[in-house]
């Protein structure tokens, strides 16, 4: 317990320590007005309960379940925190992790695990911001685990192999999370402009960074999958949301 203590521990002191991880990545403090970040807090708020009600039912069935969201969030934190900057967005572009926690645990712990990642970048690393917490979990928590997990589940039914279906879900949850961040960030900054053209400016200006981080997101996801499915498939076994059991028979 003591080594993986120490292994954790490593892996964040970079991120911590590193001066050139100090400016901000997601969307940044104050660039939304007050009543939007007022609304897309407020509009996470079922997902997230939602979530937390999952993680306490599941946890009287499985004692497990806690140290495992516990470890997907450490992923996705150590994930996530991998800027790079985006010229005249506001913010940066990042791999996020959410489909690969999606995946693992299902989109309503998805959010979960994105929620803590995200509040622990906005207080000790001033990555993303405190007011715009909820705008940042709608797009990479809501809209990037449920983005990722209805295109893996979709393409489990058709019967396409886990390896492919789990990179296609970090390619979906990538850029799902964008387009979200994208329409977030016009919306709250337009003033008096029209909406699409502003929010098509936005987009044009992820597409040159985000569009390779998705597939390189798709991946890493994939090869996570790929990794778990051959060393720990008793662990992939316990995912029960994500149908992944079946492969193991």
């Known amino acids: 317990m003591k080594h993986h203590r120490l292994i954790i521990l490593s892996a964040f002191l970079p991120l911590v320590l590193s001066p050139s991880l100090s400016f901000a990545m997601h969307i940044s403090e104050g660039i939304l007005p007050f009543s939007w970040a007022l609304f897309w807090f407020v509009a996470t708020v079922p997902f997230l309960a939602l979530g937390l009600r999952t993680l306490a039912l599941r946890s009287k069935n499985d004692l497990s379940s806690k140290p495992l969201v516990g470890m997907v969030a450490a992923v996705v934190f150590v994930i996530s925190c991998m800027p790079i900057p985006v010229p005249l967005a506001g913010t ?114 992820f597409v040159p960074t985000q569009l390779p981080l998705g597939i390189v997101e798709g991946a890493i996801t994939a090869g996570m999958i790929s990794l778990l499915k051959r060393k720990r498939p008793d662990l992939l076994a316990r995912t029960a949301l994500t149908g992944i059991e079946r492969d193991q028979r």
């Open 92 to 205: 940066c572009s990042h791999p996020c992790g959410t489909g690969l926690a999606a995946i693992l645990l299902g989109p309503t712990l998805g959010v979960v695990v994105a929620a803590v990642a995200l509040l622990i970048q906005a207080l000790f690393l001033s990555h993303g911001g405190l007011s715009t917490w909820g705008a940042n979990l709608f797009s990479m928590g809501v809209l990037g685990s449920f983005g990722g997990y209805l295109i893996f589940r979709g393409l489990r039914v058709c019967r396409v192999n886990l390896v492919a279906a789990a990179f296609m879900a970090g390619v979906a949850a990538d850029w799902a999370t964008y387009a979200g961040t994208a329409l977030i960030m016009a919306a709250g900054i337009r003033g008096d402009t029209a909406f699409w053209p502003l929010a098509g400016k936005i987009v044009l200006a």
